[in-house]
Each structure stands twice: as structure tokens, then as C-alpha cells.
């Protein structure tokens, strides 16, 4: 991926970032031909996330923060990471009025900031490993071991490739998404298969616990090496 691809995504997830939670709901042309099994795929993956809530848990580029409200009651302490300043705004949205006080909020880069060694228990990572380029995906596994106390857990959460999805997408490309105002932006999008995700994980000396596969989303819980 080349570096103004990359930038061209900060900026679209920045913009974006006020409508982003519509893919929640099952809204918006990036999904309008699916919106209902990604409902339901939501929908168990939120029971996911409610059982992978644990002592200090980092939600790594956590956008709007949308599985905070499921994972946080079970949370000692929380630290919710993005590069995104307005997305980091509308996740604070989600703490007001629903009394965690938990959470931190650390506007910063996971690639660059240091975060210390062996820090957190548990790292929930949605929808990004499918926009990092294979050399960014090593990288960030290699940050990952060294935040993750021995032997913690990650709940990777991500969009699933399948036949499917086939018959609108590429399984590695540079999309063309776009915002409520009309601007187009490219954007880098790998997606994974189980078994696609399985061998990533195996490759990383990570164990897998429990894996959700639906229609449109996957997501895997796994243990870290101790």
C-alpha cells in the first residue's frame, strides 16, 4: 500500500466518523446489499464481546467504540486507541450518560505510540487487520505480543470473505467509499477467510478459543503466547 493510500484512509475514517455507526445499523452503500445479515452478524458478535470484557483491556483503532457499552461492565480499566480525533469524539459519546468510568481516551498511531511492555490483559481489534497490507499486519502482531501481558487474550473482529461477498468485491484491493456529503475516497481492503485467519493466528503463536463465522463478519478469540 503506498503512502498516499494510507493517508487518503486516515482522512476518509476522520470524515467519516459522525455516520460511521450507521454500519451498525445495517446502513450504508458499502453493505446495502447485505444490511440484514450484517444486523445478525452484530447481534452475536455483541455476545462476543460481552463474555471477552476483563481486567485492562485495549481497544485498538476503536473508532466510535461501538462494543464498548458490551465488553466495558466486566473491564477494571479500559484504554480506547485511535488515530482518528473525531472518531475518539464520537466514541466519548458512548461514556456519557452511561456511568464507565472505566475508560481512558489516547488520540495516537498503535504503530507509533509506546505503550510499554507486557501492560494489558486483554486487546479487542475490530475492522482493521482488513485494511493493513501484509507487511503492516506483521508489524502490528509484533506490537500486539509486546503490549499483551503472557498470555493474554485478543477478540479480533473483521469483515469475512466469502462467495458471497465475492459477487461485489475483490479480496484485496483499493475500494472506493464514500460519505454522506459526495467525497469518494480510496481505500485498502484485504478480506480473510476462517481458515485465512486461522493460519495468520497459528503463524503468530496465538491459540484460538472460540470463533464466530456468519454471513458477512467473523470473530475469533485467541490466547496469546505465555
Known amino acids: 500500500m503506498n503512502a498516499s493510500i494510507q493517508k487518503e484512509m486516515g482522512v476518509y475514517f476522520d470524515e467519516r466518523a459522525a ?48 462494543w ?54 486483554r486487546a479487542l481489534v475490530s475492522i482493521l487487520l482488513s485494511h493493513l497490507s501484509r507487511d503492516q499486519e506483521k508489524a502490528f502482531f509484533e506490537r500486539l505480543k509486546q503490549v499483551l501481558k503472557p498470555g493474554g487474550q485478543v477478540l479480533i473482529i473483521d469483515s469475512l470473505w ?9 479480496q484485496e484491493s483499493v475500494e472506493e467509499r464514500g460519505i454522506g456529503d459526495g467525497r469518494k475516497f480510496k481505500v485498502f481492503k484485504r478480506y480473510m477467510d476462517q481458515s485465512g485467519m486461522a493460519r495468520l493466528l497459528q503463524s503468530q503463536s496465538f491459540t484460538i478459543k472460540s470463533l464466530y463465522v456468519g454471513d458477512m463478519m467473523l470473530a475469533v478469540r485467541a490466547v496469546g503466547p505465555s
Open 19 to 66: 455516520e460511521y455507526d450507521q454500519f451498525y445499523l445495517g446502513k450504508g452503500p458499502a453493505i446495502q446489499h447485505y444490511g440484514g445479515m450484517y444486523l445478525k452478524d452484530f447481534a452475536q458478535i455483541g455476545e462476543v464481546a460481552t463474555g471477552f470484557g476483563g481486567e485492562h483491556l485495549i481497544d485498538i483503532a476503536c473508532g466510535t467504540c461501538h
Open 162 to 170: 466469502n462467495p458471497r461477498r465475492g459477487k461485489y468485491r475483490k
Open 68 to 121: 464498548l457499552p458490551f465488553y466495558a461492565p466486566k473491564c477494571t480499566e479500559i484504554t480506547c486507541l485511535d488515530q482518528s480525533a473525531n472518531m475518539l469524539g464520537q466514541a466519548r459519546s458512548k461514556v456519557e450518560g452511561k456511568n464507565i468510568t472505566t475508560a481512558k481516551f489516547v488520540h495516537a498511531d498503535f504503530f507509533d505510540i509506546d505503550l510499554g511492555t507486557a501492560v494489558f490483559d
